[in-house]
């Protein structure tokens, strides 16, 4: 399994960025995909999820209303719309779906590398 985020970057207060992750190895199209990311000194934290249809999504409440998650299943991918950004939005930005065979049911795969996302004046 693997996960390639990309599409970081340093934005303004108020820019926009667009995050996409390819992923392989497992049935994609029938995962729920999810967005977390990861400030310097804290835990890492749910954005956004998606359901394998693209059907349903969940947003945190910090999120809501200025990040949009969508996919693409004939590509393997699934995107982070990133609008009105602000200094607390600063963190690595990580893909990745939980686990569905035993014993790791429920659990996250292994990480990929994550892009640095730095909302900056």
């Known amino acids: 399994v693997q996960f390639v985020e990309s599409g970081g970057g340093l934005v303004q207060p108020g820019g926009s960025l667009r995050l996409s992750c390819a992923a392989s190895?497992?049935?994609?199209?029938?995962?729920?995909m999810s967005w977390l990311r990861q400030a310097p000194g804290k835990e890492r934290e749910l954005v956004a999820t998606?359901?394998?249809?693209?059907?349903?999504?969940n947003y945190a409440d910090s999120v809501k209303g200025r990040f949009t998650i969508s996919r693409d299943n004939a590509k393997n991918t699934v995107y982070l719309q990133m609008n009105t950004l602000k200094p607390e939005d600063t963190a690595v930005y990580y893909c990745?779906?939980?686990?569905?065979?035993?014993?790791?049911?429920?659990?996250?795969?292994?990480w990929g590398q994550g892009t640095q996302v730095t909302v900056s004046s």
């Open positions: 998606i359901s394998g249809n693209g059907g349903n999504t």
């Open positions: 990745n779906t939980r686990r569905k065979s035993f014993p790791y049911t429920g659990t996250y795969y292994p």
């Open positions: 190895g497992f049935t994609f199209s029938n995962s729920v």
